[in-house]
């Protein structure tokens, strides 16, 4: 093994290997400890210019002294001068280390150190022969000792498994991975800029809770030993913004995390970001409109354009959102007219003919949802609005007039996906016991993903809530269509993965 590993062969190493590295980069820290010289003991270096801002104002910045910071990612020897290229938070710069300008007792021990060493250079900004912006060093310093080295050396984390469990290292090697992120970031400021334009008041509602309410989905459970009494973790936002609604806050919104005790795919984790809004004296139309226009704005903020590509598509929000309800659809994708099946055992002989599985609970309304899952949902790839679903799926929703079968709800699918799901909401303190007793029922027959009866819920309702139009956002859904992830997992920093045995 060489001394510096920085330069033996561009090759991914063993553990055997890593190990005999580690011994090494731990002898040459000791070595700097015993000289007085504990890279770790530095508290802090002051830079004063991002490698990104050199990169794009080249022109202003030729000739200037500046100080960067970052890891060592390439490192070539080119006798008393070394080339070798640090990344910050920003980007990447070429950084040209010679020994006549920093010395020729710092340019040795400079010799020995490794990649992903972390350094603060000091140094004035030219272009090489071949035209590369870089930074000429007068100084440098070591900030951070690496005791471990990089994957594969500079040539990128490519196992997914390693990348979703040590996401610090993929964030190091693949910069695309820090541009999704830094995407999941300006997407949720643009959000939140746009809903404060709109008078809505961003606020935090508890995350455990006695009921956990407001979805279907089965929660996490603890106990709390304060009080000596069992909680769980919420799997929504929508009961205790409700009651915000009542108090007289007409506009709010809650962006956080919120938990379900199910499975794991690329569409799921059981720890997700969800945002819920309510605003007062709206239905679901208007709950529709706002979300086109919160949709498109987003877009035309972070990515510069409304129309983005996933996977083999062009997604189009630009243009008005296609708004169909969800009978029709079902008619649409499957033939079969749920509005001239009225009856629960109708619902059931068609599903049998077209081998549509159900459970012995369900009722019409629950088998007209599983034709739509089955037949409808993926060929929803752009933008569109699914309306008014059955009463048996929604129990918090109000009830259509005309047709109180179905109520005034909508799903907006993109690509085969659901990216948000909103109500007029149910406030009929009556008519909302009635349909929580009916999930208790649920619940005595072995459904665990239906809801409690929420008795301080049913006391605000009574209190008086106004008309009101609510709507949940998968905010980790929405980052995956802007950044074109194909998996929920790519957009999140750490992803639920199953522990490893030690």
């Not at 070539?76 to 300008?101: L, P």
């Not at 599983?370 to 933008?383: D, G």
Request: proline fraction near 4%; charge should be negative.
């Amino acid at each position: 093994m060489a001394e510096n590993e920085n330069l033996t062969a561009e090759e991914e190493q063993s553990e055997e290997d890593v190990n005999i590295l580690k011994k090494v980069r731990m002898e040459k820290l000791e070595a700097m400890k015993a000289e007085g010289k504990n890279p770790f003991e530095i508290t802090s270096f002051d830079a004063d210019t991002k490698c990104a801002y050199i990169r794009e104002n080249y022109e202003d910045m030729e000739g200037k002294t500046v100080k960067i910071a970052g890891r060592i990612m390439t490192w070539r020897k080119m006798g008393k001068a070394h080339f070798i290229n640090i990344t910050d938070s920003s980007d990447r710069m070429q950084v040209y280390v010679r020994m006549n300008d920093i010395g020729e007792e710092q340019f040795k021990e400079f010799k020995t150190w490794d990649i992903g060493d972390i350094v603060g250079i000091e140094g004035f900004v030219f272009k090489t022969k071949t035209e590369e912006i870089s930074v000429h060093c007068t100084k440098i310093t070591l900030l951070t000792k690496s005791l471990l080295p990089l994957p594969e050396k500079w040539h990128g984390l490519k196992d997914q498994d390693t990348r979703y469990r040590q996401r610090y290292l993929d964030l190091i090697v693949n910069p695309e991975v820090r541009d999704t992120f830094k995407k999941r970031s300006a997407i949720i400021a643009s959000i939140r800029r746009f809903l404060d334009s709109k008078g809505f008041m961003e606020v935090e509602t508890p995350m455990l809770v006695s009921n956990a309410g407001g979805a279907a989905a089965r929660p996490f459970e603890t106990h709390y030993n304060a009080l000596n009494e069992d909680v769980k973790l919420r799997i929504s936002l929508e009961l205790y913004l409700k009651r915000l609604i009542v108090g007289g806050l007409e506009r709010v919104y809650e962006i956080g995390r919120v938990f379900r005790n199910e499975g794991v795919d690329a569409r799921h984790n059981p720890e997700f970001t969800l945002m819920e809004l309510y605003q007062a004296y709206t239905d679901y139309h208007g709950m529709m409109d706002l979300t086109e226009e919160m949709f498109r704005h987003v877009a035309n903020e972070v990515c510069g354009t409304a129309v983005v590509p996933y996977g083999e598509y062009m997604i189009d929000l630009e243009k008005p959102f296609e708004r169909i309800t969800m009978v029709d659809a079902v008619k649409k994708y499957s033939g079969v007219d749920f509005s001239q099946i009225k009856t629960t055992e109708e619902a059931r002989k068609i599903a049998d003919e077209k081998g549509v599985h159900y459970e012995k609970h369900h009722k019409r309304g629950d088998i007209l949802n599983l034709f739509f899952e089955e037949f409808v949902e993926e060929h929803l790839i752009q933008p569109t609005f699914v309306m008014d679903h059955p009463v048996e799926i929604s129990p918090l929703t109000k009830r259509k007039p005309e047709d109180p079968d179905y109520v005034e709800r909508f799903e907006l699918f993109i690509t085969g996906r659901e990216m948000c799901n909103a109500y007029s909401e149910l406030n009929d303190p009556i008519d909302q016991r009635k349909r929580f007793e009916e999930q208790e029922e649920l619940l005595k027959q072995g459904d665990e993903e239906a809801n409690h009866i929420d008795e301080d819920f049913l006391r605000a309702l009574e209190i008086g809530m106004p008309p009101t139009g609510g709507i949940g956002y998968g905010i980790d859904r929405l980052v995956m269509l802007l950044t074109n992830s194909s998996a929920i997992r790519d957009v999140l920093l750490f992803p639920t993965m199953k522990t490893l045995d030690q």
